[in-house]
């Protein structure tokens, strides 16, 4: 597979997959196998075949649709290489390319192209200003594929593992993520992901919200170097039970995406670097199909709250529609997890206005 940062736009002439095996005329069979309204949102954000260039090279052998679809159903179930499907491409071939793009930065490319389409649709500039930022500690496998030296234990959430430190933008969207050892302070991987951003080209960038682990004298240093205002984003005295915070709740839902995917529930990776890549992998299955959907499928902030949707205000007080009638009830406890999938619209005080739930995954 040829990794050049080639736009679409530069090709010179297409050509058609020379694959003999099938691929091209395989049929859909698994829930991740792309649509072809997401296959037509995502190529486009793909590097470009050395072959279709002026520079020349030998063409790729399988069709992408094809090796990408593959990379998603390991992702999205968690299986491992040696037992992907029949009916894709060769493990070590599609191994092969999930390995050389991340070591390349094509899925942060394809990554920052999909996510700046998403933000244009919303009506907002490509690059983001502001940001969220949070770490998540992950048990690492119980096979013992990760090694010692990249791996450490989280004293504060009992984890043995890694630690993966998420940046996103406003509307939970994955600008870059860093992948440390679980024992690394939530300071450092702050720090690796914000220099990161800056060192891929989010020059707009200039405000990060953050939670209580993220004092320190770093924020000085962040302030200095790199010109970002990291802003705390505290619990309000004498919190008692679940409320949702405003602005750190949207990376919190991030990690719940990336989370989904069984492939990110749990550390199998020898390298950080490829854990990062199917962090990266989880974050484009995403945006894709989010792109993909219908208008009427992504509801705005004021949109889609049919009969028995819920709202949760900055207040604490949680509103649910039935008919025509609202019924205010304040939240006193915590919500269980069958009540939370209900969510679809959390109010923080403007602009922020965005889509939780089923209609923004």
Not at 128 to 150: F, I, L, R
Not at 205 to 230: F, M, N, P, V
Request: proline share 7%; aromatic share 8%; charged share 25%.
């Amino acid at each position: 597979m040829s990794l050049n940062r080639v736009l679409p736009s530069a090709a010179t002439a297409g050509r058609r997959c020379p694959c003999e095996c099938g691929c091209v005329t395989r049929m859909p069979a698994y829930p991740t196998d792309m649509t072809d309204e997401q296959w037509a949102e995502l190529e486009p954000a793909l590097p470009v075949m050395l072959c279709d260039t002026e520079l020349g090279g030998r063409p790729e052998k399988h069709w992408r649709r094809t090796m990408i679809d593959a990379v998603f159903y390991v992702t999205d179930n968690g299986i491992k290489w040696r037992a992907l499907p029949a009916d894709f491409p060769p493990w070590k071939t599609v191994y092969g390319l999930h390995a050389r793009w991340k070591k390349d930065g094509v899925l942060a490319d394809i990554a920052d192209r999909l996510r700046g389409k998403i933000r244009e649709a919303a009506g907002r500039n490509r690059e983001p200003s502001a940001g969220v930022v949070d770490a998540q500690s992950v048990h690492e496998s119980a096979e013992g594929v990760v090694p010692a030296a990249t791996s450490g234990f989280d004293h504060h959430k009992k984890v043995n593992g890694r630690k993966r430190h998420l940046l996103v933008d406003t509307m939970g969207l994955l600008i870059t993520v860093a992948v440390t050892a679980a024992g690394t302070q939530d300071r450092a991987g702050a720090a690796l992901a914000l220099k990161r951003a800056r060192a891929r080209g989010r020059r707009r960038l200039a405000l990060i919200w953050a939670d209580s682990a993220y004092y320190g004298d770093w924020r000085h240093w962040a302030a200095r170097e790199l010109a970002i205002t990291i802003q705390v984003v505290e619990q309000p005295p004498g919190q008692r039970g679940f409320q949702v915070l405003p602005r750190r709740w949207v990376v919190e839902r991030t990690h719940a995406w990336i989370t989904r995917r069984r492939r990110c529930a749990r550390d199998y990776e020898r390298l950080p670097a490829h854990h990062e890549a199917f962090v990266y992998w989880a974050a484009i299955l995403q945006m894709t199909r989010r792109l993909a959907k219908p208008p009427q499928d992504n509801p705005g902030p004021d949109q889609g709250l049919g009969t028995g949707s819920i709202r949760i205000f900055q207040s604490g007080h949680m509103v649910q529609r039935e008919s025509a009638s609202f019924t205010p009830r304040k939240v006193t406890g915590s919500i269980p997890v069958r009540l939370l999938r209900h969510i679809v619209t959390l109010r923080t005080w403007p602009p922020c206005n965005y889509s939780l739930g089923v209609g923004a995954c």
